[in-house]
């Protein structure tokens, strides 16, 4: 191993650590800070985002990467792990320090105003910070395009999906989008009179926490290495050694903050996962959003909203709440977490119409990043693709155009990756199916052990030492197929 190699691996490292303490701070600016902070927080992080900035534009790093690149006594691993470190540094070197520095401040400040207007749908109040953010984002797509050599687009998807672009994923949400309306109907006009029965709240806050952490546990969340917190949208945060979970809870509703949190399980559990020899370097991060969420989702979609699941579930659901009657048996939660309804609100919808929120901000993101609408144009266009997609219109942005922190946060490009997950998942869990004999079994048993052990060797093990394609293959002798998520969906809900 070369000189070069190592040092690179060295500055690296320091360049993650001051990436970790960001999203230290990131979470506590979405679960425990007071509003009062904001200025304050907003000028650490723009100051960690420039020294860190700094670290991977330093002369010195490209003369290491141009030295470690005929280095011919690499193993697998560190020739990922180089290649991993020159994607990186590509993207740091396309944009100059002023622009880092005032992008960090930019949706530091526009979150904040987010999180205050949301409440009320006020989306006036937003629109000059969200003006502002989407200048800096035009122009670090630009920057960046020009030194990937790639769509403006497709240089803000590289973040979060490396190697993604926006001509792939158009024929895949084609074909979705061509399934799902006929069979959105044929799955409406089936439940038809069939509604589940919602059971009755109140439900205490501190019960559907402890119910929470009962299968975040069970599923195998190591809480000497992570905790479960509340922020205004679910999300996980922190670092694989100190994983920062968040949902938010309703009173009158258990269930959906109960499948809020084993979502970020699988997400906390990817983390954890990731293998420990390559921390702090690029090929032991994660490979991208879209294996992230399909992690997420698998957990969520695949595994605890099936029959089997539920068989394990119900029983504890009843003892935390002393539930009885027709409300709380196996068939009626069944019935309640296959129920297929067109909503307003993403992060509750249901398989079926979930991709349909996707596309719609999918479409409507590409426009805004490649100059084809501006802020003002977000909540008409919005409403009415909404209306045109899933026949629903939102009487408050509230529940329409405001409802994700993603754009305000400056997370342009992230999208997508949400339902190229769900079909990675649905992908994923079949392959471990037809691996793991009696997997429906053990999952009813509430032993998940072999899933996860199956998971690590197959995905989270794997950290970004392959590209998604080939971890994809590697895992399910395929890389992406629509036709696996659409077979899941007819089995699923029509069978």
């Known amino acids: 191993m070369s000189r070069a190699y190592t040092q690179l691996e060295k500055k690296f490292k320091r360049a993650e650590v001051l990436g970790e303490a960001s999203a230290m701070l990131h979470w506590d600016m979405a679960a425990m800070m007071p509003k009062g902070g904001a200025e304050a927080r907003a000028e650490q992080l723009a100051l960690l985002a420039t020294l860190r900035h700094s670290m991977m534009t330093e002369p010195a790093l490209a003369d290491l990467l141009n030295e470690a690149e005929v280095d011919n006594d690499l193993n697998d691993w560190q020739t990922a792990n180089l290649y991993e470190m020159r994607r990186t540094h590509t993207h740091a070197t396309a944009l100059d320090e002023d622009l880092v520095e005032a992008m960090s401040r930019a949706t530091s400040t526009c979150e904040g105003i987010w999180r205050e207007a949301r409440p009320d749908g006020n989306f006036a109040r937003v629109v000059p910070a969200l003006k502002e953010v989407l200048n800096l984002s035009r122009q670090s797509a630009q920057a960046k395009a020009q030194k990937l050599d790639c ?134 991060a994660a490979r991208g959003m879209s294996m992230h969420e399909s992690q997420s989702l698998l957990v969520e979609m695949q595994v605890c909203r099936s029959d089997a699941f539920l068989r394990y579930a119900v029983p504890h659901m009843c003892t935390a709440f002393q539930g009885q009657g027709e409300a709380w048996n196996l068939e009626n939660f069944i019935r309640l977490y296959r129920e297929v ?109 072999r899933l996860m052990d199956w998971l690590g060797s197959n995905v989270h093990g794997q950290g970004s030492k392959l590209s998604t394609p080939e971890l994809l293959k590697n895992a399910t002798g395929k890389t992406l197929d629509p036709e696996v998520f659409i077979t899941h969906l007819k089995k699923r809900y029509m069978d």
Not at 163 to 174: R, T, V
Not at 400 to 422: E, K, N, S, V
């Open 151 to 284: 769509g403006l687009y497709d240089a803000l998807l590289d973040q979060y999906e490396p190697g993604g672009k926006a001509a792939d994923i158009d024929p895949i949400f084609a074909r979705l989008e061509e399934f799902l309306p006929d069979f959105l109907q044929s799955v409406l006009e089936k439940q038809k009179g069939k509604a589940p029965i919602r059971p009755t709240g109140p439900f205490a806050i501190e019960k559907q926490e402890a119910l929470g952490r009962k299968f975040m546990s069970a599923l195998g969340f190591d809480f000497d290495h992570g905790r479960l917190d509340v922020s205004a949208h679910p999300f996980c945060g922190g670092v694989p050694d100190d994983i920062r979970l968040t949902t938010r809870y309703d009173e009158n509703d258990f269930t959906s903050a109960m499948m809020g949190v084993l979502h970020e399980t699988g997400h906390a559990l990817y983390e954890r996962g990731l293998p420990k020899e390559w921390r702090y370097n690029p090929v032991g």
């Open 341 to 449: 309804k067109p909503g307003f609100i993403r992060v509750d919808a249901d398989e079926v119409t979930y991709p349909a929120h996707v596309i719609l901000r999918y479409k409507l993101e590409r426009a805004l990043i490649e100059g084809d609408m501006e802020i003002e144009d977000i909540p008409a266009a919005w409403n009415a693709s909404m209306e045109k997609m899933l026949g629903i219109r939102p009487e408050s942005d509230r529940d329409g155009c405001m409802q994700d922190i993603h754009w305000f946060d400056g997370a342009w490009g992230y999208f997508p990756t949400y339902t190229l997950g769900a079909m990675t998942a649905a992908q994923i869990f079949d392959a471990a199916q037809k691996a793991l004999p009696s997997l429906d079994e053990d999952i009813a048993q509430g032993r998940f052990t």
